[in-house]
């Protein structure tokens, strides 16, 4: 399996990007999928978590302003990240079942 995330990109603060992670292989339905992220000189921290039933939780730095979601029939995952902040600034990496890492993609939030 293996995982493909793009959508990363410049934004100002305020701003939204919407985050995708393509997983090849057919065990994406059955397993959880997370969004992690690692900003400079910071250990990498869990985003978003969405369960193959799509039970979801996040971190307390983000609930109320990002959105993980999954698209079963396209193999697919997504964080929807609105009201950016520059703190949000990071390399984001999508995970599959806690053993698959995508290659990551970099946020960047400019003031």
């Known amino acids: 399996v293996q995982l493909q995330a793009s959508g990363g990109g410049l934004v100002q603060a305020g701003g939204s990007l919407r985050l995708s992670c393509a997983a090849s292989?057919?065990?994406?339905?059955?397993?959880?999928m997370a969004w992690y992220r690692q900003a400079p000189g910071k250990q990498r921290e869990l985003v978003a978590i969405?369960?193959?039933?799509?039970?979801?939780d996040y971190a307390d730095s983000v609930k109320g302003r990002f959105t993980i979601s999954r698209d079963n029939a396209k193999n697919t995952a997504y964080l929807q990240m609105n009201s950016l902040k520059i703190e949000d600034t990071a390399v984001y990496y999508c995970?599959?079942?806690?053993?698959?890492w995508g290659q990551g993609t970099l946020v960047t939030v400019s003031s």
């Open positions: 969405i369960t193959r039933g799509g039970d979801t």
């Open positions: 995970n599959l079942g806690a053993v698959v």
């Open positions: 292989g057919s065990i994406f339905s059955i397993s959880t």
